[in-house]
């Protein structure tokens, strides 16, 4: 349910990068409170005439959808994974990809070969369960001179020197490669299930009105071996990957606040996706919804009503902010009553825009007993970038 | 306060003209002092923060040669070369068509790409509307609000712009708001574009003015700049971002020093004004400091007295000054920022800054000019007889035997001004100290010289009585007169002296222009400023120009600017090598023979004189020049006249520089045209070889015209300090000649009583104004000529490394003749109505 993230998350990285072009001009400019919220709000409002809609169903091709969808305002690719060394050290990393059109169509003729229409944001994160640490880093490019883009055959998708490439267009397999100061990953994705359509055959509705949805697919499992490293340490791993992909043009409706999701995989074989969209009241909006995958692909899809996602406990960012410490899912239909603690209590992104996006280990019980697993937790709209706070990239602590 | 300092203080309160007048002096050469100071300190900020501030935290910057770099290598700097903090600037200045003499900066960025680059995260600029204009339309600019307002749009509205010769339009997509003073001044006259926008608005597709880097410091920083410089391309270099302003401060630092020298000589005018206020209130006093030493003050105290009231005239002029200063400077900051624009081709902010430093400097010196002026008159106060009440005669006398020690005193700084000023040395403040120990000593003389010329004037049968009478009275009056019209003629010379100097250096620049500008025109692609960095020409038109009839040779310009490594940047030209070509320079050093066909065959290359001057090279010697393969070391085969930069070129033939650089590119052609041709015809047939706007095509008329106007501007600030230094000495005159109404209004009222008509007290009145006018205009003449002499062959030698001949011109003779007694003259009209409009009777009573 990642897509109400994209459009904020492009507006204040806009908004932010016009900033720091006049700032780059000011010399020990005192820090000023960030406007990054004004600026997403502004932003929102902005028009989506002139690109595609998700307004109905529609059939799903393989490799092209692999591809970009360069019709269609925002998109990502999404990988997250739990990946184990040595003596089980776990270690999540998450490396994304969003792609942003500023504007509908081709470029005016006799564009420079700089001019852009599309802008690219990736993340790059790594928590080190053991050794408490957590880094990330972030890069932004404009889809213009090879900087950054997507292609579906042979897959690429890249920012800059991150990426993510398979020889064709079937992902089998896969190669993430991503370096920043102090982190790095290099890992080949093999996936070990087929492609899951979330939503209505891959529509994923967002508020009532049409076209406010998405096309939304995922791979619930990739099995995942390479090496990571931190601080210039590294670590031969192995593990399970999850990706997400979707695309659309719509906007978050004024009501919700952020949303809270959960990407789990359960050690029975089925994996859970679960997003709850939380509205200013702090009630879940009736259009957050879920679903359970079946490990031969099938779907079971649940609505608002058929599950709860409720906070425990509250963790304060030392950047500012309250986030809920972990999350109790309950399923009755299933009988699942699963409990999700993030491996590192800080896994926040405080990068144009702030979210906490991290490992977490499941616990819990199904109606045949015990069950754990892994997964991958995402909350955003718990915290606005406070005044001084330090934006600087892979120095998260 | 003593009753002594009382004294004093209601000494000035009782003659306020004189008192007003010394304090005016002081005021206007304070507020030169200061106002150059403070023009000079804003400039060299506002070139500060126009290169240092804006490239932020940049520690380096990727550039390339003539054109710039291509914008690939943002991709495999940051891609395969890993280094993150790497960000395009595509820069231009743009000129307001709406506007005359507005100079824009286009900067073209990457905001995505910024980050590294801010010292903080913070949007200061909330731009309005919607975000993405700015990088998806074509021509979205961003703006400060101020500059807005300034230029007279807002969100939505276009900006007509022009880039050389072409006109295109910005469109304004929001506003920047500045958070403080230091953004406020880098955003002022800031076009904000995205590096997209800045190539399509400079028609440069493909290419960038130079990629910017923050490099870690130490170690890690020397490693990264290593592994980069080894995989750039060849003419593409790294070098320190602080190195740009750093050698801009070098470049300028003579034509300041010169600025700065010129300024003190209008102090030093005050210095006179002071000297002679106080000189005339100690004479007048005398038998007043003669009663109080009979009642038994101390010498002392007469002496602090003395200074005390100075200390207050210098003071009170001082602190006008200082305001009057910081109203002038915000004018001559401009002249100063357009002056280094011409001469350095830099760009700067438009700013002025009120620095503290240099408001108490000019306090300082205010204070401390008055003080040591006031020094000789106190002494002299000081060593008063206890009894005496000397004699006018006695007095006058004691004012020759003054006038004669000063002329011996002159006379020796006179001998060690000449002496430093041939004295074989580099230095600049060794040269300017000479010039201004030949002024004060020539000065010196004046008092004396004034006295003879002034006695034996007197006694020439063929002048009317007025002027032989007001000859006489002047030379019995040296105590008031001869510094008055030392100051004048200090002030008149200055202004002889830097005429001479401008029209030989016109006329060098002329003389040198007409033996360069050979060909018959001149193509070149449309220049940003006074003369751009980046040039180069598209070779398919370079070709077709060369096929277009009537055209019966054609000399290709290549340059490019290289930074050796611990070194200025040089900037090195290669041109073809033929007869025409050959007739075209003037040789300093070396052999022309010998030299051309060195450099013809490729062995050699050519500096320019202020290069060579500059780097103390002769021919023979070898200077080394960073190559697409490394350095390589070429002998000097001599050395030509130019005045088209002081900073120099090196010259080479254009094969060699096309091997050594492997750079194609043509800055600019000069063509040939066969006899007969009708060269507006051939002009305008060759901008039709080009894109519209591409090219500017010049004659070599019109060439000299624009490179002429270009100089005059250069000198206008010169102009300006001439003025203000002129202004002072009148100043001079007034208060003589009002001390001269004060002191001999009894002798006035006595020729009224014996039958002397209002009319012939006027005219004597203004007689003696225009022999003091005529005197310091005929002394200055020979003083302005030697400091011309000075300036030409020492001052602007050792400041831009150009030679020239002093040409005297009879003009500025003249000029300084009419200027003085035209001066004079005037100051003289207002104490000859009063004199001659006052009552007898009371006048005399007074005695």
């Known amino acids: 349910m990642r897509r109400v993230r994209a459009w904020p998350i492009f507006a204040a990285v806009l908004a932010a990068a016009l900033g720091l072009a006049a700032l780059r001009l000011e010399r020990r400019a005192p820090l000023p409170p960030l406007a990054a919220s004004l600026a997403v709000a502004e932003a929102m409002a902005g028009d989506p005439a002139g690109f595609l809609r998700a307004e109905r169903p529609r059939p799903f091709a393989f490799p092209a959808d692999h591809g970009p969808h360069d019709g269609y305002r925002t998109e990502w690719w999404y990988f997250t994974g739990t990946l184990f060394g040595e003596g089980g050290r776990a270690f999540g990393y998450q490396l994304t990809f969003f792609r942003n059109a500023l504007a509908p169509g081709p470029h005016p003729a006799g564009a420079s070969a700089l001019r852009a229409r599309t802008v690219w944001m990736a993340h790059l994160a790594l928590s080190d369960e053991r050794g408490g640490r957590f880094r990330w880093a972030e890069r932004l490019a404009r889809e213009a001179i090879g900087l950054a883009g997507a292609r579906a055959e042979p ?243 | 306060m003593s009753l002594i300092a009382r004294a004093g203080l209601r000494e000035l309160a009782r003659h306020p003209v004189q008192t007003a007048l010394a304090v005016a002096g002081v005021a206007v050469g304070v507020a030169v002092v200061v106002a150059v100071d403070l023009a000079d300190e804003s400039a060299r900020r506002a070139f500060r923060i126009s290169t240092e501030a804006t490239a932020g935290r940049a520690t380096h910057q990727i550039q390339g040669g003539s054109a710039g770099i291509d914008e690939r290598l943002l991709a495999a700097v940051r891609i395969e070369m890993g280094l993150e903090a790497a960000a395009p600037v595509v820069e231009e200045y743009a000129t307001l068509p709406d506007q005359p003499g507005r100079v824009v900066r286009l900067l073209g960025v990457d905001p995505l790409l910024e980050a590294p680059f801010r010292p903080s995260l913070a949007p200061a600029a909330r731009a309005s509307g919607e975000l993405g204009r700015f990088l998806t339309e074509p021509g979205a600019a961003l703006l400060a609000g101020e500059t807005a307002a300034e230029l007279g749009v807002a969100p939505g509205d276009a900006l007509p712009l022009r880039l050389g010769v072409r006109e295109m339009q910005v469109r304004v997509v929001g506003l920047l708001e500045p958070r403080d003073r230091a953004s406020r001044e880098v955003l002022a006259s800031l076009l904000l574009v995205d590096v997209a926008t800045a190539q399509e608005l400079a028609a440069s597709p493909g290419r960038l003015s130079r990629i910017e880097l923050v490099l870690p410091e130490g170690t890690p920083g020397e490693a990264a700049l290593e592994r980069l410089r080894s995989r750039l391309p060849a003419g593409v270099t790294v070098t320190r971002t602080a190195a740009r302003s750093e050698s801009l401060d070098q470049m300028t630092r003579a034509f300041r020093f010169n600025l700065r020298a010129l300024a003190l000589l209008a102090l030093a005018c005050g210095g006179f004004l002071i000297f002679n206020t106080a000189t005339f209130s100690v004479v007048r006093r005398r038998p007043l400091f003669g009663r109080l030493r009979a009642l038994g003050v101390r010498r002392r105290e007469v002496l602090a007295m003395v200074l005390a009231e100075s200390l207050a005239v210098g003071l009170a002029g001082s602190l006008a000054g200082l305001a009057l200063g910081v109203l002038l400077g915000r004018g001559l900051v401009g002249l100063v920022l357009q002056t280094i624009q011409d001469l350095y081709f830099a760009f700067a902010v438009r700013s002025f800054d009120l620095a503290p430093d240099s408001l108490l400097r000019g306090l300082a010196l205010g204070v401390g000019v008055s003080l040591a002026a006031a020094l000789p008159p106190a002494l002299e106060a000081a060593s008063a007889p206890p009894r005496a009440t000397l004699s006018r005669a006695a007095l006058e006398a004691g004012s020759r035997r003054g006038a004669r020690l000063a002329a011996g005193l002159g006379g020796a700084l006179l001998a060690g001004g000449g002496a430093l000023l041939l004295a074989p040395s580099p230095s600049l403040p060794l040269a300017f100290g000479g010039l201004f120990a030949l002024l004060f000593g020539y000065a010196l003389q004046l008092p004396l010289a004034l006295a003879l010329g002034l006695g034996r004037a007197a006694r020439l049968p063929a002048l009317p009585v007025t002027a032989r009478m007001a000859a006489r009275s002047l030379a019995a009056s040296l105590s008031r007169s001869g510094v008055a019209v030392s100051a004048l003629a200090l002030a008149v010379a200055v202004s002889v002296g830097i005429g001479l100097m401008i029209g030989s250096f016109r006329g060098a620049v002329v003389d040198w222009l007409r033996q360069t500008l050979v060909g018959d025109l001149y193509v070149a692609p449309p220049t940003r400023l006074a003369t751009a960095a980046n040039l180069a020409l598209e070779p398919g038109f370079v070709a077709r120009a060369r096929a277009l009839p009537g055209i019966e040779r054609v000399h290709a310009l290549r340059t490019l600017v290289v930074e050796p490594a611990g070194s200025l940047p040089v900037r090195v030209l290669g041109i073809d090598v033929d007869e025409a070509s050959r007739a075209a320079f003037r040789f300093r050093a070396g052999d022309p023979e010998d030299a051309w066909r060195a450099v013809a065959a490729g062995e050699a290359v050519l500096l320019s004189e202020p290069f060579a001057s500059r780097r103390a090279l002769a021919p023979g010697d070898r200077l080394g020049l960073p190559t697409a393969r490394g350095v390589r070391e070429l002998p000097v085969a001599g050395v030509y006249a130019d005045y088209g930069s002081d900073q120099g070129v090196a010259l080479m033939a254009a094969p060699l520089f096309v091997e050594l650089f492997e750079q194609e590119t043509i800055a600019a052609i000069a063509l040939f045209a066969a006899p007969g041709t009708d060269l507006d015809r051939l002009a305008r047939a060759v901008e039709r070889a080009a894109a519209p706007g591409e090219v500017l095509v010049q004659s070599n008329r019109a060439l000299l015209e624009e490179s002429l106007a270009i100089f005059d501007r250069t000198f206008r600030i010169t102009g300006v300090l001439r003025l203000l230094s002129l202004a002072v000495a009148l100043l001079g005159i007034l208060a003589a000649l009002a001390a001269i109404e004060l002191e001999r209004g009894r002798e006035l009222a006595t020729l009224r009583a014996l039958g002397a008509s209002r009319a012939q007290v006027r005219r004597l009145v203004i007689a003696e104004g225009a022999w003091m006018g005529a005197a310091a205009g005929l002394f200055a003449l020979p003083l302005g000529a030697l400091l011309a002499a000075a300036m030409v062959y020492v001052v602007n030698r050792r400041s831009f490394g150009w030679s020239m001949e002093l040409a005297l011109a009879a003009g500025p003779f003249f000029e300084a003749l009419a200027l003085a007694v035209g001066a004079a003259l005037a100051a003289a009209a207002l104490p000859a109505m009063r004199i001659a409009a006052a009552d007898v009777v009371p006048r005399l009573e007074e005695e």
């Open chain 1, 155 to 397: 897959f690429r998708v890249w920012v800059e020197g991150w990426e993510a490439s398979a020889p064709d267009g079937t992902l089998a397999p896969l190669a993430l490669r991503a370096r920043a100061e102090g982190l790095a990953i290099d890992l080949t994705l093999a996936p070990e299930r087929p492609v899951v359509l979330q939503g209505e055959a891959g529509l994923s509705a967002k508020g009532p009105e049409a076209g406010n949805a998405s096309y939304y697919y995922s791979i619930p499992r990739l099995a995942t071996r390479g090496e990571v490293t931190l601080d210039g340490e590294r670590f031969a791993v192995e593990g399970r990957s999850w990706l997400d992909r979707e695309w659309s043009t719509s906007a978050l409706a004024p009501e919700l606040e952020g949303w809270d999701w959960l990407a789990l995989q359960l050690d029975d074989g089925r994996d859970l996706m679960l997003y709850r969209l939380r509205r200013r009241d702090g009630s879940a909006d009736p259009f957050s919804a879920a679903a359970v995958i079946e490990p031969a692909g099938d779907v079971r899809r649940l609505a608002a009503g058929d599950f709860a996602l409720r906070p425990l406990g509250r963790w304060t960012s030392p950047r500012g902010g309250d986030y809920p410490a972990a999350f109790r899912v309950e399923v009755p239909s299933l009988g699942l009553e699963l409990e999700a603690r993030p491996r590192l209590a800080d896994q926040e992104l405080t990068g144009l825009v702030r979210y906490w996006e991290g490992a977490v280990r499941v616990t819990g019980r199904g109606p045949e007993g015990p069950i754990g697993g892994q997964g991958f937790l995402e909350m955003t709209g718990y915290a606005d970038a406070p005044p001084g706070a330090s934006r600087r990239p892979a120095q998260n602590r």
